[in-house]
């Protein structure tokens, strides 16, 4: 009988960009969609603080806490055998000193069984993953697009300040990120960053110089309402279908023709 999967770890993963293989990773907030993302063989999947607005529908990331991000890695943490878990910590969680960080971080892997968190790293936040990364928990740094300081950008755009992007990824490589997250940042500045740092880079609306790439499952399979961003590629038409779905299932109830003959018990 073949071996279970085994479950990928933060060093394997890391690993993945000497060995130059592409890593993949998805969103995913839930045990449903967890099991049907982990078992198409992804390297890893994120527990994204954009469950503030895919799941709970609100206009930006910065609502969620730290108790509903545990609520949600608990549940994808349940369904996922082979990729790498990692999840968000939403906004004020870490940002107030390393010991809160490391509470709020802690609390994280330790109640939903996840391998690692991922946090915005601006200028002048590299110590918050050191301290991290010393109390021994593995950080995935997001640099570039921080969307946590929507209200200070006023939108969400490309960001081009190279000096600060570039100092901003090898402060997280220097405090021990085991991966750098790269969003909305020009093509040719992510490959670079990628060139200068010994650890994976992910990118998103990054172009394809990166390590690996990162969608959110919403958007990749047309279950996201209003315009897409330019940097995703939809590759299913779900919304339509479940519509559709549920058209057809309205009609046939109205009509009489469900449940039929093959959905009734003599
Ligand atoms: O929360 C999220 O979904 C993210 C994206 C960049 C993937 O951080």
Known sequence: MPDPPRQMTVPEFTACKQAGRKITMLTAYD?????LV???????ILVGDSVA????????TLPVTVDEMIYHGKLVCRAVRRALVVVDMPFLSYQLGAIRAIENAGRVLKETGCQAVKLEQGPGQAEITAALVSAGIPVMAHCGLR???IQQMGTYRVQRDRD??????KAAEQAGAFSILLECIPADLAAEITAAVAVPTIGIGAGAGCDGQILVTHDLLGLTEGRLPRHVKPYADLGRQIVAAVTQYRDDVRAGTFPGPEQSFS
């Open 53 to 60: 607005m895919v799941v709970q529908g609100h206009s930006n």
């Open 147 to 149: 969307p946590q300081s």
């Open 164 to 169: 600060r992007l570039m100092a901003d990824a």
């Open 38 to 44: 982990d078992s198409a063989g992804i390297e890893g």
């Open 31 to 35: 045990y449903g969609m967890a099991r």
